[in-house]
């Protein structure tokens, strides 16, 4: 069983690298993942195997009344407990890990009739005029986005998605990482 969890857990990290994203950095302020019964955040592996926001289990959205959005795809969480136990040989008390595996659903994306319940913090910044200049004369130009939690180049539709300026506490890292996405575009 934990083999499969090491496994499902390699291969989601590899699509993300694979994607271009190195999932354990990140200089935006778009939140944690939390679970959004609990509030409390995701630690270990988990915090790179879900993007920022509130996820549940099904049994967790059904229970508040909420349904799962047809076609959506669960996310993969771990959980870590040790457990002791009785060694059937010895009778001696001994530790053993138990690593269980369960699937979630982001709240705000995957899910009709809940609403997250906490609320992001956001950063005003002045634009810094030479760097503004850099990106409106960059060509070819990609086409921009600005959606909360991810900064990519998607190559197919010559794409850079960053963040926008407001989920930056430091506004050098929002230019800094809309820069690293332009120099991607360059190929």
């Known amino acids: 069983?934990?083999?499969?969890?090491?496994?499902?857990?390699?291969?989601?990290?590899?699509?993300?690298?694979?994607?271009?994203?190195?999932?354990?950095?990140?200089?935006?302020?778009?939140?944690?993942?939390?679970?959004?019964?609990?509030?409390?955040?995701?630690?270990?592996?988990?915090?790179?195997?879900?993007?920022?926001?509130?996820?549940?289990?099904?049994?967790?959205?059904?229970?508040?009344?909420?349904?799962?959005?047809?076609?959506?795809?669960?996310?993969?969480?771990?959980?870590?407990k040790c457990l002791e136990v009785e060694d059937e040989e010895t009778g001696e008390e001994k530790t053993i890990p138990l690593l269980r595996y369960y699937r979630v659903f982001n709240i705000a994306e995957q899910v009709e009739g809940l609403e997250p319940k906490e609320e992001r913090a956001t950063y005003e910044h002045d634009p810094i005029e030479k760097a503004e200049r850099i990106q409106k004369e960059f060509t070819p130009a990609p086409y921009y986005t600005e959606t909360s939690g991810r900064a990519f180049y998607q190559p197919g539709t010559d794409r850079v998605n960053v963040p926008p300026k407001e989920d930056f506490a430091d506004i050098h890292e929002y230019y800094s990482t809309l820069f690293h996405e332009m120099v991607h575009a360059t190929a």
């Open 1 to 80: 069983m934990s083999h499969k969890v090491y496994q499902l857990i390699t291969e989601r990290i590899m699509e993300r690298l694979e994607e271009g994203v190195i999932p354990w950095k990140k200089p935006f302020q778009s939140g944690v993942a939390v679970n959004w019964k609990t509030q409390k955040p995701y630690r270990g592996i988990n915090t790179m195997l879900l993007e920022p926001g509130e996820y549940a289990t099904f049994k967790q959205i059904k229970e508040a009344g909420g349904k799962v959005k047809k076609g959506a795809s669960s996310h993969l969480v771990v959980f870590w």
